[in-house]
């Protein structure tokens, strides 16, 4: 089992930087691919953004790509979304979200993870 938990969310105005963390516990996390979603009242779960378990590859959806980086430290189990320029758009809750990786890739879809966070909520207002 892996337990995540999301923090640094809160209400920005349009244009600042916000960071999140998720926090990792129970097994060796960097056997773990890891990865960021969010979901906005009525709409689907998107993909944000998601990492290798190495840190070495990412991915980012067209919607934040230049704005958002996600990274990670294995040493403190810990990975992050770095958000800066945030829109309006961006508001959601974003869940973190982890699964075993035997290899060095990452993982784009939601149901590719069997581990995830409750949630932080991020409010941007224009």
């Known amino acids: 089992q892996v337990q995540l938990v999301e923090s640094g969310g809160g209400l920005v105005q349009a244009g600042d930087s916000l960071r999140l963390s998720c926090a990792a516990s129970?097994?060796?996390?960097?056997?773990?691919?890891t990865g960021w979603f969010r979901q906005a009242p009525g709409k689907e779960r998107d993909t944000v953004a998601a990492?290798?378990?190495?840190?070495?590859?990412?991915y980012y959806a067209e919607t934040v790509k230049g704005r958002f980086t996600i990274s990670r430290d294995n040493a403190k189990n810990t990975v992050y979304l770095q958000m800066n320029s945030l829109k309006p758009e961006d508001t959601a809750v974003y869940y973190c979200?982890?699964?075993?990786?035997?290899?060095?890739?990452?993982?784009?879809?939601?149901?590719?993870?069997?581990?995830w966070g409750q949630g932080t909520q991020v409010t941007v207002s224009s």
């Open positions: 979200a982890a699964r075993y990786s035997g290899s060095y890739s990452y993982f784009t879809r939601p149901y590719d993870y069997n581990y």
């Open positions: 990492i290798s378990r190495s840190g070495r590859s990412t």
């Open positions: 129970g097994r060796t996390f960097s056997n773990y691919a």
